[in-house]
Structures are given as structure tokens and as C-alpha cells.
T-cell receptor, first 114, second 109 residues
Framework: DSGVTQTPKHLITATGQRVTLRCSPRSGDLSVYWYQQSLDQGLQFLIQYYNGEERAKGNILERFSAQQFPDLHSELNLSSLELGDSALYFC?????????????FGSGTRLTVV | GQNIDQPTEMTATEGAIVQINCTYQTSGFNGLFWYQQHAGEAPTFLSYNVLDGLEEKGRFSSFLSRSKGYSYLLLKELQMKDSASYLCAVRGEGNKLVFGAGTILRVKS
């Protein structure tokens, strides 16, 4: 257990629908990052939050949005889903008092759009 | 922008040594990371370099040359369980990690 919790683990939904992915960062970590990993691609950075505020944006589609709440958990909202949105979505956290420099990843949410 | 290159696939024999190279061009540099990722699982942290030189950690070592924009991950005494994707990632501006596409390592007996 990495300490980063993502729910749900699996999600199957139809095109045009909307889903919400949830992430609880490791205790003490203030930063949350969202990444998308498609079958034949590497980890694509979507968005970063730090202590509730958006810090950086990557290749995130307008149909996607995210937020970080006061308790530091984060949600990634995906709407008007398309087949191409099928992917593994990872959340990672960093910046805690343990002093680690890298990211700690959650186990991911596998989204399948049918 | 940022560009990170690593070989797509490599094959090595159990018990051997393999070196996975990574070259990068980034705006800002605050460290280079190597992660291991088994299929369908989360990436797990392997190593971190911010200064030039070699960092050794058991069977795994990582090297960095900032002037050349180059790093490698060295895996010794390969085991079947080392079959995985190895991701090179550079931390640039804003503490953001940018990942390479990953190198799939296949270990054969």
C-alpha cells in the first residue's frame, strides 16, 4: 500500500457519459498530480494541485476538469466520454514531511468506455 | 518544452546486466527519476539523481550527466521479476515530473 488511495479501481461506462475519479493523497502530502496512461503511450501529465490550488496544467482536454478539496483529496471529472478516453488514470502525491523527492502513485483507475 | 528519449524495448538474459539509457532536453532541471512499472500497475520509485555521478542501490544503479542530458539505469543480476517497463522522468519547472515513454525490459531464462 503506497498510501495514495484511488477509487474506483475499475470503471466501465458508455460514450457520452460523465465519471468522477477520486484520489486521497498520502498523509502529509499537499500536492496531487493526475496522469493518463493509454495502452501504447507513456504517462501523460494532466494537472497538478497544491493545497487546494491549481498549479500546473498539461495536456488536459476541456471535457476534463479536476479539483482539490480542503481535506486534500482530489477528484478528476471526465465528461462527454469518448472511446479514446479509455485508459489508466493515475493519481500521485508529493511534498510531504517525509522528504521524499519523487511522486508516490496510487494503484490507478482503469476506465473503459464502450 | 521537454523531450525525454529512451529505447522502446530491450531483452536480456536472467543473471546478466542491462543498461537502459535516457536522454533529455528540458527547460529547467531539478532531478531525474527512474520508476519501474509492471503491466497494469502503479509506477514505483527506483532512484533519484540530481547531481552528476552514480547512485547505487542494491542491484540497481543510476547515473546522471547533466552537461550531456544523459542518464542510465543499470540492473545487475537480472531476475525474471525484473521484466517490466522502466520509466525515466525529469523534474523541471514547478516540481512537475515529465515522463519518457518507458522502456519495456524482457528478461528471458
Amino acid at each position: 500500500d503506497s498510501g495514495v488511495t484511488q477509487t474506483p479501481k475499475h470503471l466501465i461506462t458508455a460514450t457520452g457519459q460523465r465519471v468522477t475519479l477520486r484520489c486521497s493523497p498520502r498523509s502529509g502530502d499537499l500536492s496531487v498530480y493526475w496522469y493518463q496512461q493509454s495502452l501504447d503511450q507513456g504517462l501523460q501529465f494532466l494537472i497538478q494541485y497544491y493545497n487546494g490550488e491549481e498549479r500546473a496544467k498539461g495536456n488536459i482536454l476541456e471535457r476534463f476538469s479536476a479539483q482539490q478539496f480542503p481535506d486534500l483529496h482530489s477528484e478528476l471529472n471526465l465528461s462527454s466520454l469518448e472511446l479514446g478516453d479509455s485508459a489508466l488514470y493515475f493519481c500521485a502525491s508529493s511534498g510531504g514531511r517525509t522528504g521524499t523527492f519523487g511522486y508516490t502513485f496510487g494503484s490507478g483507475t482503469r476506465l473503459t468506455v464502450v | 518544452g521537454q523531450n525525454i528519449d529512451q529505447p522502446t524495448e530491450m531483452t536480456a538474459t536472467e543473471g546478466a546486466i542491462v543498461q537502459i539509457n535516457c536522454t533529455y532536453q528540458t527547460s529547467g532541471f531539478n532531478g531525474l527519476f527512474w520508476y519501474q512499472q509492471h503491466a497494469g500497475e502503479a509506477p514505483t520509485f527506483l532512484s533519484y539523481n540530481v547531481l552528476d555521478g552514480l547512485e547505487e542501490k542494491g542491484r540497481f544503479s543510476s547515473f546522471l550527466s547533466r552537461s550531456k542530458g544523459y542518464s542510465y539505469l543499470l540492473l545487475k543480476e537480472l531476475q525474471m521479476k525484473d521484466s517490466a517497463s522502466y520509466l525515466c522522468a525529469v523534474r523541471g519547472e514547478g516540481n512537475k515530473l515529465v515522463f519518457g515513454a518507458g522502456t519495456i525490459l524482457r528478461v528471458k531464462s
